[in-house]
T-cell receptor, first 115, second 115 residues
Framework: AQKVTQAQTEISVVEKEDVTLDCVYETRDTTYYLFWYKQPPSGELVFLIRRNSFDEQNEISGRYSWNFQKSTSSFNFTITASQVVDSAVYFC????????????FGTGTSLTVIP | ETGVTQSPTHLIKTRGQQVTLRCSSQSGHNTVSWYQQALGQGPQFIFQYYREEENGRGNFPPRFSGLQFPNYSSELNVNALELDDSALYLCACSLGGAGGRNEQFFGPGTRLTVL
């Protein structure tokens, strides 16, 4: 079974604080992809990152960084020096590597950055 | 901007009615997936269309149906609307059919309210 768990429903931080959003996934596939999407109030899901199951190297993009650990089936997302514009709902998603068509989304973490 | 458009933006229907939602991509993405996102939840996969045929389906009843046209645009049809069908309907466009290797670009969604 494919499943994504985002245990943090809501997080509030003060501007410039660092914040980590947790994502734990379940899959029997050996080849799979993990994603993070941002959903601002407008509703459109904005792609942030995709990682495949064979690449555990952590990635940094500006203030964003991702920590992928297969040993704990986690793909956590950290925002450094948070800004008000980071306020949104963040979704972690899992997809099959070569078969199947659907993305499995977690329930999302609502992040509020307080100025 | 993902280049994916959806219409209408908002829609109000009553129980038992039928609704058609539309999705198009400016970027020539040949695969369209539809998701239902209830309030406070992550998107749930409804189905995917590739080469004008259904190419995978989630756990949704047959009253949810779709079409894909030669220009890759797509429609989602829902018959016999129920109150629980109230949700944000998202369309996602990608290239090449199955597999998480293909990033999905999401539209802004259609907010459907069933009274």
């Amino acid at each position: 079974a494919q499943k994504v768990t985002q245990a943090q429903t809501e997080i509030s931080v003060v501007e410039k604080e660092d914040v980590t959003l947790d994502c734990v996934y379940e899959t029997r596939d050996t080849t799979y992809y993990l994603f993070w999407y941002k959903q601002p109030p407008s509703g459109e899901l904005v792609f942030l990152i995709r990682r495949n199951s064979f690449d555990e190297q952590n990635e940094i993009s500006g203030r964003y960084s991702w920590n992928f650990q297969k040993s704990t089936s986690s793909f956590n997302f950290t925002i450094t020096a948070s800004q008000v514009v980071d306020s949104a709902v963040y979704f972690c998603a899992l997809a099959h590597g070569t078969t199947g068509n659907q993305f499995y989304f977690g329930t999302g973490t609502s992040l509020t950055v307080i100025p | 901007e993902t280049g994916v458009t959806q219409s209408p933006t908002h829609l109000i229907k009553t129980r038992g009615q039928q609704v058609t939602l539309r999705c198009s991509s400016q970027s020539g993405h040949n695969t369209v997936s539809w998701y239902q996102q209830a309030l406070g939840q992550g998107p749930q996969f409804i189905f995917q269309y590739y080469r004008e045929e259904e190419n995978g389906r989630g756990n949704f009843p047959p009253r949810f149906s779709g079409l894909q046209f030669p220009n890759y645009s797509s429609e989602l049809n829902v018959n016999a609307l129920e109150l629980d069908d109230s949700a944000l309907y998202l369309c996602a466009c990608s290239l090449g059919g199955a597999g998480g290797r293909n990033e999905q670009f999401f539209g802004p969604g259609t907010r459907l309210t069933v009274l």
